[in-house]
């Protein structure tokens, strides 16, 4: 059974792409067989998987919008598929708002692809709008990356109530599956303090794993490709090998 996964959280600059692609690619490397969709329309997770966005004939747009077979868009990356996004997609907001099915849009595409994939990766856009609630409503569970500052406990508390809710009404089978600290920084004292709330607030939902500061991860988009295709040795790439390990681990013990 294909496990769906959203990575969202609606601050910017956590990660959250970052930890999409490496996470596929990590997951990739460990064997199985992973499907990102990007449904940011900045198309990051695009790009970083050596897609070039500008390029391609059909999107994940095409695909929501009801205009293309979700079939037909992906893309082979070398260590997962790629369904694209570019800007096309930041019109979904608004087109979406017309529509019947407008939260369900992704969910009935992805359900062609239940028997395809080990892993479907949703990368979120920074906000929570129509996209997000696609994700949300398509997802079994959900991965928060995030950075232990000051404020990132405040915008956790919109993203867990925006999950509640969407469990509520549109999908009771999504759960978190957890807390992911990303460009963590373990000289600041703020950041192991942060942390500690966060595994206090949310006991057994916190990644073992830790996502360091790492200028390897940073720069590794530019380069069109994820932290583990560009350095596999650095911090950054080793400590995403670690998490697609914790996460397989998980799943292999929930299922027995």
């Known amino acids: 059974?294909?496990?769906?996964?959203?990575?969202?959280?609606?601050?910017?600059?956590?990660?959250?792409?970052?930890?999409?692609?490496?996470?596929?690619?990590?997951?990739?490397?460990?064997?199985?067989?992973?499907?990102?969709?990007?449904?940011?329309?900045?198309?990051?997770?695009?790009?970083?998987?050596?897609?070039?966005?500008?390029?391609?004939?059909?999107?994940i747009y095409e695909v929501i919008?009801?205009?293309a077979d979700i079939n037909t868009v992906i893309h082979a990356s070398k260590h997962h598929d790629i369904i694209p996004a570019n800007q096309h997609l930041a019109a979904a907001e608004l087109e979406l708002v017309s529509k019947e099915?407008?939260?369900?849009?992704?969910k009935n595409q992805l359900q062609q692809l239940q028997k395809s994939y080990d892993f479907i990766l949703l990368d979120c856009p920074p906000s929570l709008g129509l996209l997000t609630l696609n994700a949300l409503t398509a997802a079994k569970s959900v991965i928060i990356p995030m950075q232990c500052e000051y404020f990132a406990l405040e915008g956790l508390t919109d993203l867990v109530n925006t999950i509640k809710r969407v469990k509520q009404k549109m999908n009771p089978d999504i759960e978190i599956e957890g807390l992911l600290r990303t460009i963590y920084d373990s000289r600041n004292t703020l950041s192991k303090e942060v942390s500690d709330q966060l595994s206090s607030y949310f006991p057994n939902k916190v990644y073992k794993t830790i996502i360091p500061r790492n200028i390897r991860v940073a720069e590794a988009p530019s380069f069109g490709k994820s932290a583990i295709e560009h350095d596999k040795s650095s911090k950054g790439a080793k400590a995403y090998i670690d998490l697609a390990r914790e996460i397989i681990h998980i799943e292999e013990r929930r299922n027995g």
């Open 1 to 59: 059974m294909t496990k769906i996964i959203a990575v969202s959280n609606q601050k910017g600059g956590v990660g959250k792409t970052t930890t999409t692609l490496n996470l596929a690619t990590g997951l990739g490397m460990e064997g199985k067989k992973v499907l990102l969709v990007d449904l940011d329309p900045q198309g990051n997770a695009t790009t970083g998987s050596g897609v070039e966005k500008n390029e391609v004939e059909a999107t």
């Open 65 to 67: 919008m009801g205009e």
């Open 101 to 106: 099915q407008r939260v369900n849009a992704l």
